[in-house]
Antibody, heavy 122, light 109 residues
Framework: QVQLQESGPGLVKPSQTLSLTCTVSGGSISSGDYYWSWIRQPPGKGLEWIGYIYYSGSTYYNPSLKSRVTISVDTSKNQFSLKLSSVTAADTAVYYC??????????????WGQGTLVTVSS | QSVLTQPPSVSGAPGQRVTISCTGS?????????VHWYQQLPGTAPKLLIYGNSNRPAGVPDRFSGSKSGTSASLAITGLQAEDEADYYC?????????FGGGTKLTVL
């Protein structure tokens, strides 16, 4: 079965760029059957969808973050990545990667990675 | 302020039935987008509980059920058990953007 695992620095300084990678195992990103998403959850708060990427490289971002977000894919490594620039303390959150089962009437996220806490602090 | 509105908390005694509502609008649930539900146990990642309004993934007990009507959806849990104590989130789409409810904390008394 497919498993996802996030990796990257747990501490980022304000104004710098947050960079995370999600490694997919048990299935191929290149299969084309799914989209691949990033979702975050500030401590004690709810979930926010950041954006997704398709194996071809096409992306769609949450408009609230679009100016600062870049999601990329490396099919040779079966990985996809998130970059969030000009971070502030408000970007402190647990970041999850998830498989996006897209449908014409709105898909769902399954499975999810275990999540990684990124703290923005000097 | 979440696009989808959930009650912050619900509670029930073991064996009882509880429901969690998820209220949207004509641009998301009312536009025909499906609603999905996730269970988040303390300190863990969300887990898919219901997809496509009322479908259960393999391994999810039939004590969990979902429904959708108009601009709202509901998650029902029957035969409440201590291990059901968790946060529950609904999710849908709004103008091609994935959106979540604010989450509901279920307390088993």
């Amino acid at each position: 079965q497919v498993q996802l695992q996030e990796s990257g620095p747990g501490l980022v300084k304000p104004s710098q760029t947050l960079s995370l990678t999600c490694t997919v195992s048990g299935g191929s990103i290149s299969s084309g059957d799914y989209y691949w998403s990033w979702i975050r959850q500030p401590p004690g708060k709810g979930l926010e969808w950041i954006g997704y990427i398709y194996y071809s490289g096409s992306t769609y971002y949450n408009p609230s973050l679009k100016s600062r977000v870049t999601i990329s894919v490396d099919t040779s490594k079966n990985q996809f990545s998130l970059k969030l620039s000009s971070v502030t303390a408000a970007d402190t959150a647990v970041y999850y990667c998830a498989r996006d089962v897209d449908t014409a009437i709105g898909g769902w996220f399954d499975p999810w990675g275990q999540g990684t806490l990124v703290t923005v602090s000097s | 302020q979440s696009v989808l509105t959930q009650p912050p908390s619900v509670s029930g005694a073991p064996g009882q039935r509880v429901t969690i509502s998820c209220t949207g609008s004509s641009s998301n649930i009312g536009a025909g987008y499906d609603v999905h539900w996730y269970q988040q146990l303390p300190g863990t990642a969300p887990k898919l509980l219901i997809y496509g309004n009322s479908n259960r993934p393999a391994g999810v007990p039939d004590r969990f059920s979902g429904s959708k009507s108009g601009t709202s959806a509901s998650l029902a849990i029957t035969g409440l058990q201590a291990e059901d104590e968790a946060d529950y989130y609904c999710q849908s789409y709004d103008s091609s953007l994935g959106v979540f409810g604010g989450g509901t904390k279920l307390t088993v008394l």
